[in-house]
């Protein structure tokens, strides 16, 4: 699953060399791009925040088509 190495990734980055990350995610299992915020509070635990960010995704896929 591509979805999984991304995570493993991010937990990767988090333990050693980021004090948190954020970024975008085209997450099609659920048909949404999400927002993360994620962070390392302690050693050996990840905290992550997703918000839906669909629509702004939408109005800017709109927006570029417009523009072309």
Known sequence: CPYSFAWASAC???SGFAS????DIDFAPLGKWLHVSATQPREGEFLAFFFDISARKQAEA???AQEA
Not at 20 to 23: E, N, Q, S, T
Request: aromatic content about 10%.
């Open 62 to 64: 709109e927006a570029r």
């Open 12 to 14: 990767r980055l988090l």
């Open 20 to 23: 948190a990350l954020l970024f």
